[in-house]
């Protein structure tokens, strides 16, 4: 903690879906909140989410962590996206009410759930790291639909050797969305030890990218 931050703090909200946890990293004079959910195959100490927790309340910007009531209940396979959606919205409503303004985001199915219900919780804007644009080897089956009907400002950050699909596979976007496309990084954002650039690199990337545009967006 230091002067521009304040104590971690941890909070179940009551969902349809059961008990969401949220998990704030606030700045001390917030200029927005980025809420950010986590993959169906993690939680929320993946290495993007981490690091934006950490390094972005010295810069005005609140971190919530958000984990889905299946995850609080202890198990281990995620629930269909409605429900998913139904454990999420009651936390952003919450977060939003609450003020500053609120950013929504999340890493993969967190990504997908953030871009379905963004617009209908009061949210400014969306974050998408590593949206699954589709199955790994299925790029037939396209999600793009709901990246581009967010119907907000919408920044996605995606890896160039994402089998959920790379940047160069993401349609034409809109004027209000913008892609952070990264030379190297996988689904994970991990980074092969073959590669230029380090893990920590990558990783202030990400956190850079992600606080310029949602400073500027707020």
């Not at 001390?28 to 290495?47: C, D, S, T, Y």
């Not at 009531?69 to 977060?95: C, H, I, M, Q, S």
């Not at 871009?115 to 400014?124: D, L, N, S, W």
């Not at 980074?191 to 949602?214: F, M, N, S």
Request: with cysteine.
């Amino acid at each position: 903690m230091t002067a521009d931050t304040a104590p971690v703090t941890r909070e179940l909200v009551p969902t349809p879906a059961g008990d969401a946890r949220i998990t704030l990293h606030p700045a001390a004079a917030p200029r927005a909140v980025l809420a950010l959910g986590h993959g169906a195959g993690g939680g929320i100490e993946a290495r993007d989410l981490a690091a934006l927790a950490a390094a972005l309340p010295a810069r005005g910007v609140s971190v919530a962590l958000v984990e889905q009531p299946w995850r609080v209940a202890g198990k281990k396979v995620a629930p269909a996206p409605r429900t998913l959606d139904t454990g999420w919205t009651p936390v952003a409503e919450r977060l939003a009410a609450a003020g500053p303004p609120l950013v929504v985001g999340g890493r993969s199915a967190g990504a997908r759930v953030a871009c379905r219900t963004g617009a209908a919780t009061g949210a400014a804007g969306v974050v998408a790291l590593a949206f699954p644009l589709h199955p790994p080897g299925k790029p037939e089956r396209s999600r793009a639909e709901e990246l581009l009907g967010t119907g907000l400002p919408t920044l996605v950050v995606q890896g160039a050797a994402d089998p959920f699909g790379g940047p160069a596979e993401f349609p034409e976007l809109p004027a209000s969305h913008g892609l952070v496309a990264l030379e190297y990084g996988n689904h994970g954002f991990e980074v092969p030890k073959r590669a230029p650039v380090g893990q920590e690199e990558l990783l202030e990337l990400i956190v850079a990218a992600v606080g310029d545009w949602v400073l500027r967006l707020v």
